[in-house]
């Protein structure tokens, strides 16, 4: 069975700083989409960045980029030059060929000024 | 971007009463929708795999008779909380999947369920 595991409950950083939060998860499928998620204290789900496994380039987008190991089967996020509005619960999902999500536990994170 | 929307965002009813919710593709078709559970301080939990025109999956563990799903159109679908009892009180929120567009999810805001 597909599993999606996010180790750290609560990260912290300060505005402006660079903050990375992990994701690992486990697969016996080849073909799978990875996301991150984000949802802030109004708990709508925003998505925030999407992987292809089949492609090797990281994912970028703006300030968020990804680091996909394959291999690894880790998927970390990386937030750099955090702002005030990046607070929030962080969720990271898997997805293979029956188009259902697997969600992580989530990771909090707490943006210092 | 697509966008999902949910009515009622929230809603209080007494034990024994039935509650709907509507989750709506507003710019976009969705053959798929899924319906999850989250309780506070937690991730979300699929409850229920919605295609129009059949029957709904459920997840192991979720009483299908408890939550009815009805998938109707490309564009709405249903959850009834039948016979509703406390212990169903938590944050429901679904999600379409975008036929045309790439391989991802689209969330509504989500919807607060108190049973008193």
């Known amino acids: 069975a597909q599993t999606v595991t996010q180790s750290q409950p609560e990260m912290s950083v300060q505005e402006a700083e660079t903050v990375t939060l992990s994701c690992t998860y486990d697969t016996s499928e080849s073909d799978y989409y990875l996301f991150w998620y984000k949802q802030p204290p109004s708990r709508q789900m925003i998505l925030v960045i999407r992987q292809e496994a089949y492609k090797q380039q990281n994912a970028t987008e703006n300030r968020f980029s990804v680091n996909f190991q394959k291999a690894a089967k880790s998927f970390s996020l990386k937030i750099s030059d955090s702002q005030l509005g990046d607070a929030a619960m962080y969720f990271c999902?898997?997805?293979?060929?029956?188009?259902?999500?697997?969600f992580g536990t989530g990771t909090r994170l707490k943006v210092l000024a | 971007g697509a966008v999902v929307s949910q009515h009622p965002s929230r809603v209080i009813c007494k034990s024994g009463t039935s509650v709907k919710i509507e989750c709506r593709s507003l710019d976009f078709q969705a053959t798929t929708m899924f319906w999850y559970r989250q309780f506070p301080k937690q991730s979300l939990m699929l409850m229920a795999t919605?295609?129009?025109?059949?029957?709904?999956?459920?997840e192991q563990g979720v009483e299908k008779d408890k939550f009815l799903i009805n998938h109707a159109s490309l564009t709405l679908s249903t959850l009834t909380v039948t016979s509703a009892h406390p212990e169903d009180s938590s944050f429901y929120i679904c999600?379409?999947?975008?036929?045309?567009?790439?391989?991802?999810?689209?969330f509504g805001p989500g919807t607060r369920l108190l049973v008193l």
């Open positions: 919605s295609n129009e025109g059949s029957k709904a999956t459920y």
């Open positions: 999902a898997y997805r293979a060929g029956t188009y259902k999500y697997i």
């Open positions: 999600s379409a999947r975008d036929i045309e567009g790439w391989e991802t999810q689209y």
